[in-house]
Nanobody, 115 residues
Framework: QVQLVESGGGLVQAGGSLRLSCEASGVIWGINTMGWYRQAPGKQREVVASITSVGSTNYADSVKGRFTISRDNAKNTVYLQMNSLKPEDTAVYYC?????????WGQGTQVTVSS
């Protein structure tokens, strides 16, 4: 059974930081791509950041320079370090697994940034 268990969401003031974690099980790990997506109320889900099996990263322009995605292959875990948070970062954040056409999603974790 595939499981992507997310943690680390919560309420934070603008300018603060949070670190999201997503631990995967039941999947091939180490050669897959992982990503973080977010969805705000009334909006489409959008990609925030992604990281390949070899550590190449990509970021949405809106978070570039503020967010950092990383992975720990020994722990089957991907992280999203979020700094300098803004109210517009408020959304449900989802972890995504991808490998050769196989795609899985975490349950989502709420991030709320107050002004």
């Amino acid at each position: 059974q595939v499981q992507l268990v997310e943690s680390g969401g919560g309420l934070v003031q603008a300018g603060g930081s949070l670190r999201l974690s997503c631990e995967a099980s039941g999947v091939i790990w180490g050669i897959n791509t992982m990503g973080w997506y977010r969805q705000a109320p009334g909006k489409q889900r959008e990609v925030v950041a992604s990281i390949t099996s070899v550590g190449s990263t990509n970021y949405a322009d809106s978070v570039k320079g503020r967010f950092t995605i990383s992975r720990d292959n020994a722990k089957n875990t991907v992280y999203l370090q979020m700094n300098s948070l803004k109210p517009e970062d408020t959304a449900v954040y989802y972890c995504r697994y991808y490998y050769r056409g196989n795609e899985y999603w975490g349950q989502g974790t709420q991030v709320t940034v107050s002004s």
